[in-house]
Nanobody, 118 residues
C-alpha cells in the first residue's frame, strides 16, 4: 500500500500550484482522501477532503475559496489545486486515505513541501 504526494515546490505569493496524491496497492475508489498540512512549529491542520464519489467535500476555513480538491479514480489520483497562495500556506502537505466516512485515516503519504515566498 502506498500513497505518493507530489507537486510541491517554491511559489510566489499569489501564485498557484497543484498537488497530486496517487494511491497504489489498495482499491483507491473505495477510500475518501484528505489533504493535511503541517507548518514548522505548528500542529497538523486539515486542509481538504473528498469522499469516494465526490458527494462530500470539505475545506478548512483558511483555504476556502482558494483551494480546490478533485479526484480521478481511473488514475487513482486526488488533486489539490492551490490558488492565491499566501506565505502562511507554507507547509509540508500530506495526503491520507480513509475507508470509513469518519474517524482515523488508514494510510498516509510521505508529504510534499510547499514554500510560498518572494
Amino acid at each position: 500500500v502506498q500513497l505518493q504526494a507530489s507537486g510541491g515546490g517554491l511559489v510566489q505569493p499569489g501564485g498557484s500550484v497543484r498537488l497530486s496524491c496517487v494511491g497504489s496497492g489498495f482499491d483507491f475508489s473505495w477510500y475518501a482522501i484528505g489533504w493535511f498540512r503541517q507548518a514548522s512549529g505548528k500542529e497538523r491542520e486539515a486542509v481538504a477532503s473528498i469522499s469516494t464519489s465526490d458527494e462530500a467535500i470539505y475545506y478548512g476555513d483558511s483555504v476556502k475559496g482558494r483551494f480546490t480538491i478533485s479526484r480521478d479514480n481511473a488514475k487513482n489520483t486526488v488533486y489539490l489545486q492551490m490558488d492565491s497562495l499566501k506565505p502562511e500556506d507554507t507547509a509540508v502537505y500530506y495526503c491520507g486515505a480513509r475507508r470509513a466516512s469518519v474517524g482515523e485515516y488508514d494510510y498516509w503519504g510521505q508529504g510534499t513541501l510547499v514554500t510560498v515566498s518572494s
